[in-house]
Each structure stands twice: as C-alpha cells, then as structure tokens.
C-alpha cells in the first residue's frame, strides 16, 4: 500500500527539480512565495536585460487573470469563467530605470486611468494567473521604440532559466528584411533573404519559423539559414495583403489579411490606414506538406497584434465569444483601437460596439475593481477599444 507523504516533508533536493522545471516567470515568482524553504530552493528570475548595438530588447508579456476557486467542487466543475487578458510592459531604457505598467493588449500603447479609478496594486497571489504570450521590442538609445524599424523581435531559448550565451534573436526590420544576433556579437547582421519581405515571425517548438508574402514558411536553423517548411498559402499569387503567422493547440496557423482596395501595399499613402477587409485563415497540415482552410475557429479567439499574434481559448467564458480575430489597422493613424472580423459572418466592427467581444479585455472584472467600470470611455485619459 502506498503512503502518502506531506508535501512539507519532502526533501529540498527534490524541491529544487521541481521549481526549475517551471518555465514562466509568474509560476516561478508563486512558488518561491508559498514559504521560505520553496524560496530558498530556487533562485528568482534575473532581470538582465538583453542590449544589441545601441538596442535594449525589453518585453511584455500577456496574462489571464481569474478569480481561483473557492471549493475543490468550483475547480471540478466551474459554472461559469471570468477573465480578464492584460499585458504588463516592463518599460525601461538603457540604464535600467523604468516602471511596470499596463498596455493595450494589441499595441505598445499604455492604458492611461483617471486618478483613482484603478488599484495601484495587483498581487498575483490573488488570483489564478496565467501566462498567455511573452512579447518583445526594441528600446533606442533615447528609450524611444522603433515598432517600423524593428516590426517583430524572437528571442530563444524563450526560458526564464536560459543563460546568455545560450540565447539567439531574430527580427524582422524595415522592408520585411531578417536579421539576426548570437552571444559574442556586437550588433544585428543581415540575414540571406531570399524571399524577401517577410511579413511575420515566430517560435513554434523552441525553433524560428518567418512566413513571406505568398504564405511559405521557413525554418530558420542554429546557422540561421533558411530552410523552406511549408508549400506557399497562395500557389497561384491571389492571396492577400499580409500574412500572420499564429500557433494555436500545437499547430502552426496562417492568417491571411486582406486589404480594402483604396489600401492595397503598392497604392498606400504615407500616413494612411490600411484597411483590413477580410481574413482568410489556414493550418498547416504537417503530415501532409499542405494548407487545409479553416472556416470555424471553435471557441478559439485569435490576437493579431502590432509586435505579436497568439491564440485564446474563451470555452467556459460567460458573454466571449470565440470564432474571431481580434486586431488593429497595421498603420496606427487611427490609435491602434481594436478590431474584431468575425468568421461566421465575415463582418469587421469595432470592438467597444460589441461587448460580448470586449468583455474579455475591457472593462476590468468586479473583482479587480470593486466599484467597477462602465463600457464608456470615462474612466480613461484616451479611449483604447
């Protein structure tokens, strides 16, 4: 007969195989707070920032919050979720100083409040916390980011435990043009781009993977040479404007945007908006080397941001639909607001005139608010949604 052991008698060795097999930093951060021998059995995060030439690479990163369960029944059989999806920018220059604060969820743009209107303070041990998405961006020398010249930045290993010099960064710059950084070197090198511009970049299963314009995809090797992985999305040239690639359940997604036609990349006028129309989305059938369309996302949402796209699953939420993607226009004349297409009915509209769909980002929950907030823009500086 087995016998079970109180998890407070367990030897500290075994403690420290278990925490470093933690791969967020808001899991490490919970373990090490529920007492003092778990906190002495590993080591915090380190807070190194990563700096390229004149660059600092800084980050933020996307979580779910919501309320934990208040019996072992709740945990079982949850009647009804509610969350709430934020992204904390950890936003700091070149010489280390900076401050935490809370971002649109799609763009770099912060949330600004009205005096007293939002806790100063929110404990992650409050809540069940989990991390959706890291992203990453390029500080200049004046802490200014440059989301054009540096659209989309990868770093891996993406682990809180990965050492230095075990770290590589690829980008995606100006004119869809790839380059690439290991430790040892001093600044960003150019990249062979053969099928230049790139529209997107990402990592799937600890490796780097960049889509062109006609939908191929490529694996990009510790070399960093490129290595086609996929057939193109648009054999015959007819696809859209924009290509997005997305991860979602352990598939690689393309998502296809389509343009309006006073908006198309060639006619674009400097400033303009461009106009999102419509969204085709693909996955990638690995088994057979080809693209299935998929015309029902589920219960799936999808994120196309300005320096990231992720995937949520809203199954259990009461009032958030799945079935859509959420976005901004990719020139952010208009303030980076968010967007919603939805799949079933192929319609765009913005996302604060449909609060089903806004539920999940704004406005925050009672419980992180106890006074609440209203679906209008009063409680902010500047409307965001």
């Given at each position: 007969?087995?016998?079970s052991?109180p998890?407070?008698?367990?030897p500290?060795?075994?403690?420290?195989?278990i925490?470093?097999?933690?791969d967020?930093?808001?899991?490490?951060d919970?373990?090490?707070?529920?007492?003092s021998p778990?906190r002495?059995?590993v080591?915090p995060?380190?807070?190194?920032?990563?700096?390229?030439g004149?660059?600092?690479?800084?980050?933020?990163?996307?979580?779910?919050?919501?309320?934990?369960?208040?019996?072992?029944?709740?945990?079982q059989?949850?009647?009804?979720?509610?969350?709430?999806?934020?992204?904390?920018?950890?936003?700091?220059?070149?010489?280390?100083?900076g401050r935490?604060q809370?971002?649109?969820?799609?763009?770099s743009?912060p949330?600004l409040?009205?005096?007293?209107?939002?806790p100063?303070?929110?404990c992650?041990?409050d809540y069940?916390v989990?991390e959706?998405f890291?992203?990453?961006?390029?500080?200049g020398e004046k802490?200014?980011?440059?989301?054009g010249?540096a659209r989309?930045?990868?770093?891996l290993?993406d682990?809180?435990?990965?050492?230095l010099?075990?770290?590589?960064?690829?980008g995606i710059?100006?004119?869809?043009?790839?380059?690439?950084w290991?430790h040892?070197d001093?600044?960003?090198?150019a990249?062979?781009?053969?099928?230049s511009?790139y529209?997107?970049?990402?990592a799937?299963?600890?490796?780097?993977?960049?889509?062109?314009?006609?939908?191929?995809v490529?694996?990009i090797n510790?070399?960093f040479?490129?290595?086609?992985f996929?057939p193109?999305?648009?054999?015959?040239g007819?696809?859209g404007?924009?290509?997005?690639?997305?991860?979602s359940g352990?598939?690689?997604?393309?998502?296809?945007?389509?343009c309006?036609e006073?908006?198309t990349?060639?006619?674009?006028r400097?400033g303009?908006?461009?106009?999102?129309?419509?969204f085709?989305?693909y996955r990638?059938?690995q088994e057979?080397?080809?693209?299935?369309?998929?015309r029902?996302?589920?219960d799936v949402?999808?994120f196309?941001?300005d320096?990231?796209c992720f995937?949520?699953?809203v199954k259990?939420?009461?009032g958030?639909k799945?079935n859509c993607i959420y976005?901004?226009?990719i020139?952010?004349?208009?303030g980076?607001?968010?967007q919603?297409?939805?799949?079933e009915?192929g319609s765009i509209?913005?996302?604060?005139?449909?609060?089903?769909?806004?539920?999940?980002?704004?406005?925050p929950?009672?419980?992180?608010?106890p006074?609440?907030?209203?679906?209008?823009?009063?409680?902010l500086?500047e409307p965001l949604?």
């Open positions: 007969m087995e016998r052991v998890w407070s008698e367990l500290m060795e075994l403690w420290s195989m925490g470093k097999k933690l967020t930093r808001v899991d490490i919970q373990f090490r707070s529920v007492c778990w002495s059995s080591p995060v380190s807070e190194s920032k990563l700096r390229i004149g660059t600092l690479i800084n980050q933020c990163t996307v979580y779910l919050l919501e309320l934990p369960p208040t019996s072992p029944k709740d945990s059989c949850p009647p009804s979720r509610e969350g709430w999806l934020i992204k904390i920018t950890e936003d700091k220059d070149l010489s280390g100083r935490v809370l971002s649109n969820l799609l763009s743009r949330i409040f009205k005096g007293g209107t939002f100063e303070v929110l992650t041990m069940r989990t959706i890291v992203e990453r961006y390029l500080i802490g200014a980011c440059y989301p010249a989309k930045v990868i770093m290993p682990s809180p435990w990965a050492a010099e075990e770290t590589s960064v690829v710059f100006g004119r869809g043009r790839l380059k690439c290991k040892g001093e600044d960003w090198n990249m062979d781009n053969p099928n511009p529209d997107d970049l990402i799937y299963k600890g490796q780097f993977y960049v889509v062109d314009r006609f939908g191929t490529s694996w510790p070399s040479k490129m290595v086609q996929s193109p999305v648009c054999g015959n007819n696809g404007d924009w290509k997005h690639l997305v991860e352990g598939d690689l997604y393309v998502v296809d945007r389509y309006n006073f908006s990349f060639g006619r674009i400097a303009a908006v461009r106009e999102a129309a419509g085709k989305v990638l059938n057979w080397g080809k693209w299935d369309e998929i029902n996302l589920g949402a999808l196309l941001g320096h990231s995937s949520v699953s259990g939420f009461g958030c799945g976005f901004t226009e020139n952010a004349t208009r980076g607001k968010v919603v297409f939805n799949m009915d509209k913005r996302a604060s005139y449909s609060p089903d769909h806004l539920r999940i980002l704004w406005p929950p009672a419980w992180i608010t006074n609440g907030f209203d679906l209008s823009p009063s409680s500086e949604f």
